[in-house]
């Protein structure tokens, strides 16, 4: 089963929804994890996710590391053998026949995305369980590649743009 992990935290209301309607082709579950404090953000990921939506309590200790960890520990505990992180802000491009051939096929762990540009990929694909940690309280890592990784050559992850106080902010993290 492959399973979204969704942190939804404060002022994604607007946002969250099409975060999650973007693995609507593909995703069997959405976990989404309530770090706390908005209801709105919360009833609006549970209305995107549908009957597919699934729901733990984190409560936040500000260490976005710590709340990943917990959701990929959630989603092996609901069932999930893989877990695809997905931030508000994010978008997934994915074909949904592609995506299940690779994971059929491919030993490793963890499965890189590219960002939109093809600058640069992130960790995006957790095979659960996942012996591996997120380290760093606020630009989390995944910390380690003992799993194995591979980057999927189709499909890729956007990220909104932020606003020059959104950056700033984020910056000073």
């Not at 209301?13 to 593909?26: K, L, N, R």
């Not at 590219?114 to 992130?122: D, L, T, V």
Request: hydrophobic share 45%.
């Amino acid at each position: 089963m492959i399973m979204t992990t969704t942190l939804v935290g404060q002022g994604c209301a607007d946002i969250v929804g099409d975060a999650i309607a973007s693995t609507a082709d593909w995703a069997d579950a959405h976990l989404l994890i309530d770090t706390g404090g908005d209801t709105e953000a919360m009833d609006a990921a549970r209305t995107a996710a549908g009957d597919r939506a699934r729901a733990a309590a984190f409560a936040w200790i500000d260490d976005y590391s710590a709340a990943r960890n917990f959701a990929l520990d959630e989603a092996t505990r609901q069932g999930a053998t893989w877990a695809v992180t997905l931030d508000p802000d994010e978008r997934i491009h994915l074909d949904a026949g592609d995506l299940r051939a690779a994971l059929g096929s491919t030993d490793a762990g963890c499965l890189l995305l590219h960002e939109q540009s093809g600058r640069y990929a992130k960790e995006r694909l957790f095979r659960l369980p996942c012996t591996e940690r997120f380290s760093g309280i606020v630009h989390e890592a995944f910390a380690g590649y003992r799993v194995g990784a591979e980057t999927l050559p189709a499909g890729f992850f956007e990220e909104l743009p932020k606003s020059p106080d959104a950056l700033d902010s984020k910056s000073w993290r």
